[in-house]
């Protein structure tokens, strides 16, 4: 039986503000499967950036469990979640998450280095992901000579460096022209469609989400039922049952 | 290559890669940085160098003035040295002793208009003293003595009043109360000891600045006429070719058999060393000042490159940087900043040397250089370079050790 790439139980988490508790994520079970493009919607504050935080390994749960390929990480020491990171995973962030002082090309060449992989095999792999994000003649280029939708493909072509099995978007389009948010989620499409890559994105943009294989809707730390029944009723756009697609 | 191992040399790697392009991103701020470290650097050298050059001009002029490089001195039970012609005769025979020079030290008050001051008396060849001291060489005004002298005195600087309006009367105090108001040219009277008195004619005053500033000078053979002895002395000077030899030469003239009590010239410096030592104490505090404030400054930059970097230290960490290479990064970064410092403040330590070594600084007791030994500059570097790592660990710490969802939001 297919568990799914990443599944998560009960996932909980909780915040203190000052002295108030606020639980980010109310007990939540999705699976993702392996290759597959989803968007993680919902309001603002329905927990979904803390969702992909949870699954990219950055934070730590309160309670539940996320399963990676098959593996628990709740019992992963730090060291192996920082290998997970840089290995399995590519992250693209909001913000254009480059180093001012680092040319486009040596911002992609970044996650390799970490590896410690030689400077010449980094620089190759950089050149040719430069080339798929159709920015190949931009590599020497500092990141303020680039428009914010080459800065986030930039972005792209370095989360791809280590040849991830999944990648996580944080809404990647959310600084960005509708036309530049078209180009950014054609190109995800792109990648996931070419290379098998798993895709969790986060987005509030409806007509970005609809673009991706299937949506989870979220609302107030917990999946929102209604809305998936609603869509998977009307149709008006492709929501599958997040737990048993 | 183990996979351990090859993710340590990718976060080393990576650490100095993004540090290198750290410090060249703005130029202006890393001159800034290095040049307030290089005078850091110069900080902790010049006081100390000051001090090895002042120890360096006291020793020579204690040398050149006093104790040459050995001298011999009666034994604890005897008064004077017997049969100097001999001994001298004994010294020249060994070789890297360039010269020798016999003292006969008397006491005697010296009058002039019926004002007196006690001193001491120094009988002398002026052509010996001139191979072994600089003695002859620092007279003030007139002419020192010659060997056919026999009433003429040379009188110290400290024994004469002063008669140049700008300057003071040598600050000593006692002696400049009941100093002469005699000239070269002029006839004083000098009572020995025995209580022979006899008239000289002032040839000459004496600035060494130093101890013979204090004595009077005659030639041994007035001082013998005057008490009746032959072939005896106070002490005999002598001079080496190499004064870091001193010790082999003590041990040698003792091997030769010579009556007395060698010393060399450190055996005398031990006041320079107390005065010396006295000085780096407050040279200390000092460098330990200047060194905290290379740790403070070196922290603050750290600390505010580390905030300025908030966010792109979470994204390094979300894209699977270890917490080791974020700290390397930082340290890296204060390490070089430190090093070009240094360099440059060996540089502008040089220029200073250079500088001095044209200029001295002129003082009572003689010309002082900055010396700048290479164990100071190898101590200062270490210095720096560890208070850079000490003081630049915390907030690279606090950096590695950050949240990654709040570093990223930059809370």
Redesign the interface.
Known sequence: MDDGFIRTESLKKTYLMGKVEVSALRGVDITVHGGEFVALMGPSGSGKSTMLNQVGLLDTPSSGSIYIDNENTSAMKENKRVELRLNKFGFIFQFFSLFMELSTLENVMLPMMLSGEPKKECKDRAIELLDIVELGDRQNHMPSELSGGQQQRVAIARSLMNRPKLILADEPTANLDSNASVEIIELFKKLNRETGVTLLMVTHEEELGKLADRIIWLRDGKIDVEKQFVSLETEEIRVINPISA | ?TDE???????V??AF??AL??I??DKKVTCLVVLMIAFSFVNLMFFTSFNYGMTNTMQDEMINTISSHLSIEPEADDTYLQNVKSTEKKLNLISGITASSPHIDKHASITYKGKTINTKVVGLTPSKEEEVTLVPQKIKSGEFLSNRDAKEIVLGKVLVKNKMPDEDDWGFGEFAKNALDVEVGENVVVTYDNGVSREYHVKGIIDAGMGPDFNAYVTTKEIEDVYNQKDEATQILVRLYDRDSADEYRLLIMQQGIRGDVKTWMDKAEFIEKITASMGIITGVMTYIGLLTVAATIAIIVYINTTHKR??IG????????DI?VLLMFLTEACIFSLFGIVLGIVLMNLITVYFSYNPMTTPIGEIYPEVRLNLVLITFRTILIAAVISGFYPAWNAAKQN??RS?WGE
């Open positions: 290559m191992l090859k993710s340590i040399k990718g976060s790697k990576t890669f993004l392009k750290d060249f991103k966010r792109l994204v390094l960490k979300a894209i699977g940087s270890k290479t990654i969802i990223i």
